[in-house]
């Protein structure tokens, strides 16, 4: 059984309600999608179509995870915070021409989190 894409950002939020620095999480890809799994529960997925596979590379590329091949996985730690942006990119239009100024700034929030560098908000 499938779980419906709503249903699984259901779960992906409710995750973020307890921050935390190390959640383990799989980049899965099927016939129909990529979808990210934590303790094998679906947190997001995003489909087989141009906007979605924009959408994966994303992902991928915030989590620091290599996109997996048709029918495999790759599992990598990350935070509350990265997730949070995760699951942003997941949701993005990419129809839309100014989703990939969005994600570009998601990827590299994402990217100097995990290097240990935050951007500081100058106040």
Do not use: C, W
């Amino acid at each position: 059984m499938t779980v419906s894409r709503k249903q699984a950002l259901k779960h992906g939020y409710k995750l973020l309600e307890h921050p935390r620095s190390h959640i383990r999480v799989e980049l899965n890809q099927d016939k129909s999608g990529v979808s990210v799994t934590h303790k094998g529960r679906v947190i997001t997925r995003v489909f087989l179509n141009r906007s979605g596979m924009n959408a994966a590379v994303a992902i991928s590329e915030a989590m620091g995870v290599k996109l997996p091949a048709l029918g495999s996985s790759n599992s990598g730690l990350v935070s509350t915070g990265l997730l949070y942006r995760v699951l942003a990119l997941s949701q993005l239009d990419f129809r839309n021409p100014s989703a990939y100024e969005l994600a570009s700034e998601l990827v590299d929030e994402a990217i100097s989190m995990q290097r240990g560098g935050g951007k500081t908000s100058g106040v």
